[in-house]
């Protein structure tokens, strides 16, 4: 587990059981108050927007994530086959991962 000052734009956490990508991360300290993480966070799954405080210091679950260039073949239902280009591996992807980019 890592903390606060191991975090930056990009990276993936764990926030309330739901995998997050750091969109904005800011160190403030405000006046006489303790200083703290403002962070703006997208949801990887629904793709909302959420902002947090974290305190500075404090323990954050960092999820480590493999990207892997992969090819669409079609869409069946709610899914979207791609396939792995080395190992020709099918793989279901629900469409709702891709957002409105999937359209394109």
């Given at each position: 587990?890592?903390?606060t000052g191991d975090i930056n734009v990009g990276?993936?956490?764990r926030f309330n059981n739901e995998l997050v990508?750091?969109?904005?991360?800011?160190?403030?300290?405000?006046?006489?108050?303790?200083?703290?993480?403002?962070?703006?966070?997208?949801?990887?799954?629904?793709?909302?927007?959420?902002?947090?405080?974290?305190r500075s210091g404090e323990g954050v679950d960092?999820?480590?994530?493999?990207?892997?260039?992969?090819?669409?073949?079609?869409?069946?239902?709610?899914?979207?086959?791609?396939?792995?280009?080395?190992?020709?591996?099918?793989?279901?992807?629900?469409?709702?991962?891709?957002?409105?980019?999937?359209?394109?």
């Amino acid at each position: 587990m890592a903390d606060t000052g191991d975090i930056n734009v990009g990276s993936i956490i764990r926030f309330n059981n739901e995998l997050v990508v750091i969109t904005e991360w800011q160190h403030r300290t405000p006046g006489n108050l303790r200083a703290f993480y403002q962070a703006k966070m997208r949801n990887l799954l629904n793709g909302k927007q959420t902002e947090n405080r974290f305190r500075s210091g404090e323990g954050v679950d960092v999820v480590r994530v493999d990207f892997k260039q992969m090819q669409y073949i079609y869409q069946e239902g709610e899914f979207a086959v791609v396939m792995d280009k080395e190992t020709f591996e099918q793989v279901y992807v629900p469409v709702k991962l891709f957002g409105d980019s999937f359209q394109f």
